[in-house]
């Protein structure tokens, strides 16, 4: 079950690790798009609003959860690549222990705070009701939520990219069967998109906890390894907390500028929200990245091989940069058809293009900052991340989009400008951290 990525061809193993988990990121996003497609093709502006406005909730909590699992995927992939099976095991059991606690506690509190969310996030009253009804079914499907991307970041930490690939594809494909279902065919409307992502969500767990029973491994967790452990727990949160933290606080960022697109009225609202859910899609490839250069760089320095690590990081960046130009000229070009996709209303569609025209530039920036995020990750060093992302957020992203919201109330190119110029920054401040950090490597060895 475990995959070695110490020695041989760096690009090849960073494609084997990268592909699978590509093709499960996308199919996990296709969850968020499937409902906001399906739902626009059966349901008004409100229905749009409502899901999208749900969804951007959703998906914060989703980033802070597998954010933490960045812990979990270091701390196992540091265990394989030092060679010690034991903690291994024991990393593993603390980690099913610490995450069903953490599951538990956060349902309780989202249930009893979900009508206060909605109020705070400024819904458009038509849409009020309906994103209150998509938010508490999804808010109970949070323990299976968890366990899902908790089983996969273990996968990941051992090598292993496919598995969880194969179980959500599974589940996104139950997802958009029963959206039909609940959307179009008994017309349930925000709930209907709700029940379609809660139970196959579900069903994905169902499957990975089958697999992992019945797959022949070497891993096998004892009720000792099931008690927290200070050491172990602590050194998943050393790397997974500031990730959560950072992942948490821009999808914060993503919601205040959405709440700031609300204030503006129903059509901005759900013109932004269709272009969140396409810049989800589109980011598929940074974030794979960030991803990739984490559980393998983390392995080699596991195996103290910093350069091996270094080489990884190089060959991420260039990759996403590339990746970043292609997409960027794309979208340029086939906005209205995009956004056509999701919405047959002329005018949200016009916003739209607006807003991901300028938005869609930091597809270029945002995959080099996530790469190098993903190597500050394996060397024990997430807050780096934490800091560059802060700064972005708090000195450009949010007071930049408030303020061109504000000079140009009916253009939302403007507002989509921030996003790209708070990315450079984060990408000049990796770049300082990592020279740095490599010098002072330089100087430990001599």
Same mark, same amino acid.
Request: aromatic fraction near 8%; charge should be positive.
């Given at each position: 079950?475990?995959?070695?990525?110490?020695? &041989?061809?760096?690009?090849?193993?960073?494609?084997?690790?990268?592909?699978?988990?590509?093709?499960?990121?996308?199919?996990?996003?296709?969850?968020?798009?499937?409902?906001?497609?399906?739902?626009?093709?059966?349901?008004?502006?409100?229905?749009? !609003?409502?899901?999208?406005?749900?969804?951007?909730?959703?998906?914060?909590?989703?980033?802070?959860?597998? &954010?933490?699992?960045?812990?979990?995927?270091?701390?196992?992939?540091?265990?394989?690549?030092?060679?010690?099976?034991?903690?291994?095991?024991?990393?593993?059991?603390?980690?099913?222990?610490?995450?069903?606690?953490?599951?538990?506690?956060?349902?309780?509190?989202?249930?009893?705070?979900?009508?206060?969310?909605?109020?705070?996030?400024?819904?458009?009253?038509?849409?009020? !009701?309906?994103?209150?009804?998509?938010?508490?079914?999804?808010?109970? *499907?949070?323990?299976?939520?968890?366990?899902?991307?908790?089983?996969?970041?273990?996968?990941?930490?051992?090598?292993? #990219?496919?598995?969880?690939?194969?179980?959500?594809?599974?589940?996104?494909?139950?997802?958009?069967? @029963?959206?039909?279902?609940?959307?179009?065919?008994?017309?349930?409307?925000?709930?209907?998109?709700?029940?379609? !992502?809660?139970?196959?969500?579900?069903?994905?767990?169902?499957?990975?906890?089958?697999?992992?029973?019945?797959? !022949?491994?070497?891993?096998?967790?004892?009720?000792?390894? @099931?008690?927290?452990?200070?050491?172990?727990?602590?050194?998943?949160?050393?790397?997974?907390?500031?990730?959560?933290?950072?992942?948490?606080?821009?999808?914060?960022?993503?919601?205040? /500028?959405?709440?700031?697109?609300? #204030?503006?009225?129903?059509?901005?609202?759900?013109?932004?929200?269709?272009?969140?859910?396409?810049?989800?899609?589109?980011?598929?490839?940074?974030?794979?990245?960030?991803?990739?250069?984490?559980?393998?760089?983390?392995?080699?320095?596991?195996?103290?091989?910093?350069?091996?690590?270094?080489?990884? @990081?190089?060959?991420?960046? /260039?990759?996403?940069? $590339?990746?970043?130009?292609?997409?960027?000229?794309?979208?340029?070009?086939?906005?209205?058809? $995009?956004?056509?996709?999701?919405?047959?209303?002329?005018?949200?569609?016009?916003?739209?293009?607006?807003?991901?025209?300028?938005?869609?530039?930091?597809?270029?920036?945002?995959? /080099?900052?996530? #790469?190098?995020? *993903?190597?500050?990750?394996?060397? +024990?060093?997430?807050?780096? &991340?934490?800091?560059?992302?802060?700064?972005?957020?708090?000195?450009?992203?949010?007071?930049?989009?408030?303020?061109?919201?504000?000079?140009?109330?009916?253009?939302?190119?403007?507002?989509?400008?921030?996003?790209?110029? +708070?990315?450079? $920054?984060?990408?000049?401040?990796?770049?300082?951290?990592?020279?740095?950090?490599?010098?002072?490597?330089?100087?430990?060895?001599?």
């Amino acid at each position: 079950m475990e995959n070695n990525v110490t020695s &041989g061809n760096i690009l090849k193993h960073i494609a084997f690790f990268a592909i699978p988990y590509l093709l499960s990121y996308f199919l996990q996003t296709l969850y968020g798009m499937a409902d906001l497609f399906i739902i626009g093709q059966f349901n008004a502006v409100d229905g749009i !609003t409502a899901v999208s406005n749900g969804s951007q909730v959703m998906h914060m909590l989703t980033a802070i959860l597998v &954010g933490l699992a960045m812990g979990v995927t270091v701390s196992i992939s540091h265990a394989v690549g030092a060679k010690n099976h034991t903690l291994v095991e024991r990393t593993i059991g603390n980690t099913i222990t610490l995450f069903a606690c953490i599951s538990i506690i956060s349902t309780l509190l989202l249930l009893i705070c979900v009508k206060t969310l909605v109020v705070l996030l400024n819904v458009p009253q038509e849409a009020m !009701t309906g994103t209150v009804q998509y938010l508490v079914i999804c808010f109970i *499907g949070i323990p299976f939520i968890t366990a899902y991307n908790i089983i996969s970041s273990i996968y990941r930490g051992l090598g292993d #990219s496919k598995s969880p690939m194969y179980i959500i594809a599974i589940a996104c494909l139950l997802n958009i069967i @029963l959206d039909y279902i609940f959307i179009g065919l008994f017309h349930m409307g925000p709930i209907g998109a709700a029940l379609g !992502t809660t139970i196959s969500q579900s069903v994905s767990v169902i499957i990975a906890l089958i697999s992992m029973k019945y797959r !022949t491994s070497d891993i096998h967790i004892k009720k000792e390894d @099931l008690h927290l452990q200070s050491q172990v727990f602590k050194h998943i949160l050393k790397v997974g907390f500031p990730v959560a933290i950072q992942d948490g606080c821009i999808q914060i960022a993503f919601i205040i /500028i959405t709440i700031i697109a609300n #204030s503006r009225g129903l059509n901005d609202a759900a013109a932004v929200g269709i272009v969140e859910k396409m810049i989800t899609a589109i980011f598929i490839i940074p974030s794979t990245m960030l991803a990739t250069v984490s559980a393998l760089s983390a392995q080699n320095i596991g195996a103290k091989d910093y350069g091996r690590a270094r080489t990884v @990081l190089k060959y991420a960046v /260039i990759i996403t940069t $590339l990746y970043g130009i292609i997409v960027a000229l794309i979208v340029e070009c086939a906005a209205p058809t $995009l956004l056509g996709l999701f919405t047959k209303d002329t005018t949200v569609i016009l916003l739209g293009v607006q807003y991901i025209s300028s938005y869609i530039i930091d597809t270029i920036f945002a995959g /080099i900052h996530f #790469s190098f995020s *993903g190597y500050f990750a394996a060397d +024990g060093k997430s807050y780096i &991340g934490f800091i560059h992302n802060i700064i972005a957020i708090s000195l450009v992203r949010v007071p930049g989009s408030y303020i061109a919201s504000h000079i140009y109330p009916h253009n939302l190119f403007p507002m989509g400008l921030a996003a790209p110029l +708070g990315s450079l $920054l984060s990408v000049i401040i990796c770049l300082i951290a990592y020279r740095i950090l490599k010098k002072k490597d330089e100087l430990s060895v001599l």
